[in-house]
């Protein structure tokens, strides 16, 4: 199953420690958006600052993007996108990127369904090298389908299944296959730190057992099916 978001004020969310410490991160989820706009988030590790955390969502109307801030930087949103990852409306699209903790900033990837990319190649996108880099140690706050910091905020319209997070960077053709649908747990097992699955028990995390609160009855409703 997955989780199905009103684009409103429903979230699953966490004030708790998350699961990872640091950098480096890699998020990935299935995710079905119904409309879109700026600074959306499907998941976001934060903290309790202002704009102080990392996760994916949406840039403008059209593309997905990882996306971080520093509140000690003044408080500015920055993010990454690779090209021609066109936002699909009311489609199931596998969004994946991941954050350094050194000058690259961060990559995202964005592939479809069938596992091709929406981009020309496989080659990645660099951040800007003069942005800041987010070097927060402890992650106190944890958001599924909005950003969840010392406010919620940009709730994400549509549904979302299979987040996972991992305390590595995946490869390309890893990347790959989680879009072809291999579940999470056969991607990097012992680095894998997060992991909400498709089922019924919402807000459920498999990786590390940790709670969240679901805020608004978020509900749940069918997906692609998963290998494994």
């Given at each position: 199953?997955?989780?199905?978001?009103?684009?409103?004020?429903?979230?699953?969310?966490?004030?708790?420690?998350?699961?990872i410490t640091g950098q480096p991160i890699t998020f990935g989820s299935w995710v079905y958006p119904t409309t879109?706009?700026?600074?959306?988030?499907?998941?976001?590790?934060g903290t309790t600052g202002t704009r102080s955390g990392t996760g994916l969502g949406t840039w403008t109307n059209?593309?997905?993007?990882?996306m971080w801030g520093r509140s000690d930087t003044g408080?500015?949103?920055f993010r990454v996108t690779a090209a021609n990852n066109t936002i699909v409306l009311n489609q199931w699209?596998?969004?994946?990127?991941?954050?350094?903790?050194?000058?690259?900033?961060?990559?995202?990837?964005?592939?479809d369904q069938s596992g091709i990319y929406a981009s020309t190649s496989d080659a990645l996108t660099v951040y800007d090298e003069n942005a800041p880099i987010l070097t927060t140690t402890t992650w106190t706050r944890m958001g599924?389908?909005?950003?969840?910091?010392?406010?919620?905020?940009?709730?994400?319209p549509g549904r979302v299944a299979e987040t996972?997070?991992?305390?590595?960077?995946?490869?390309?053709?890893?990347m790959r296959s989680l879009a072809k649908g291999v579940k999470p747990t056969y991607i990097r097992p012992n680095n894998l730190k997060f992991y909400m699955p498709g089922i019924r028990e919402i807000g459920q995390d498999l990786a590390q057992g940790l709670t969240f609160t679901n805020n608004n009855s978020v509900s749940v409703i069918e997906h692609p099916r998963r290998y494994g």
């Open positions: 199953m997955a989780l199905s978001f009103n684009g409103i004020n429903q979230s699953l969310t966490r004030t708790a420690s998350a699961s879109t706009s700026t600074s959306l988030f499907f998941v976001n590790f059209s593309r997905w993007a990882l408080g500015g949103l699209q596998y969004v994946c990127g991941y954050m350094l903790n050194d000058s690259t900033s961060a990559i995202p990837q964005w592939v599924i389908g909005a950003r969840q910091q010392n406010v919620v905020d940009g709730f994400f996972a997070a991992w305390n590595t960077i995946l490869t390309v053709s890893e």
